[in-house]
């Protein structure tokens, strides 16, 4: 079957830097997304991944590795506001958009 | 209005009543989509409208009635739900169905089963 796995919650300071990874098992590939979700509100667009490398844009990064089926978010000089799910998304070798659970990101003054 | 919007935001509703959730687009997008998300899962796609033809229907139950009379509008019919249908439900649109497309949110609909 077709997985993603990306931990629960995590944890991080005001001012400091996070990673939250998504690691997928997917029948095919075509492209990685990162959404972030604020508590009752849309999961909005952050990034886009299709080939291998690091993709930036201001504080948040993100990260792809097709071999190892294997991608991070990296966000610097975290915010109070940063505190939110984000949600790491592969589209599968059908274009269907394939989901994990989400991450619970914390931020602690 | 900008974006996907959805209405109404809150919906408490018993096992036996009707109720409808809709869903707007203002983006000129000509896919739109339903999804399911439940706490700590994985958002569950229910169904696909591309250019206002149905083209996915994920084994939603039937006492889920999509219906989408154009591009820029969909509507979730509800009917004798269960307690378990308890959920946020979410509208997404996109530029199209299948190739490189972004998928855009709207707030949900966050929906009680008594």
């Known amino acids: 079957g077709q997985n993603i796995d990306q931990p629960t919650e995590m944890t991080a300071t005001e001012g400091a830097i996070v990673q939250i990874n998504c690691t997928y098992q997917t029948s095919g590939f075509n492209g990685l997304f990162w959404y972030q979700q604020h508590a009752g509100e849309a999961p909005t667009f952050l990034s886009y991944n299709v080939l291998d490398g690091l993709e930036e844009k201001g504080r948040f990064s993100s990260f792809l590795s097709r071999s190892k089926g294997y991608s991070y978010l990296l966000l610097k000089e975290l915010q109070m506001k940063d505190s939110a799910s984000y949600l790491c998304a592969v589209r599968d070798s059908n274009y269907q958009l394939i989901w994990g659970a989400g991450t619970k990101l914390i931020i602690k003054p | 209005e900008t974006g996907v919007t959805q209405t109404p935001r809150h919906l408490v509703m018993g096992m036996t009543n009707k109720k409808s959730l809709k869903c707007e687009q203002h983006?000129?997008?000509?896919?739109m989509y339903w999804y399911k998300q439940s706490a700590k899962k994985p958002l569950e796609l229910m169904f696909v409208?591309?250019?206002?033809?149905?083209?996915e229907n994920n084994s939603v139950p039937s006492r889920f009635s999509p219906e989408c009379p154009n591009s820029s509008h969909l509507f979730l019919h509800l009917h004798t739900l269960q307690p378990e249908d308890s959920a946020l439900y979410l509208c997404a649109s996109s530029q199209e169905r299948g190739g490189g497309e972004t998928q855009y949110f709207g707030p949900g609909t966050r929906l009680l089963v008594l």
């Open positions: 983006l000129g997008h000509n896919a």
């Open positions: 409208y591309n250019f206002k033809e149905q083209t």
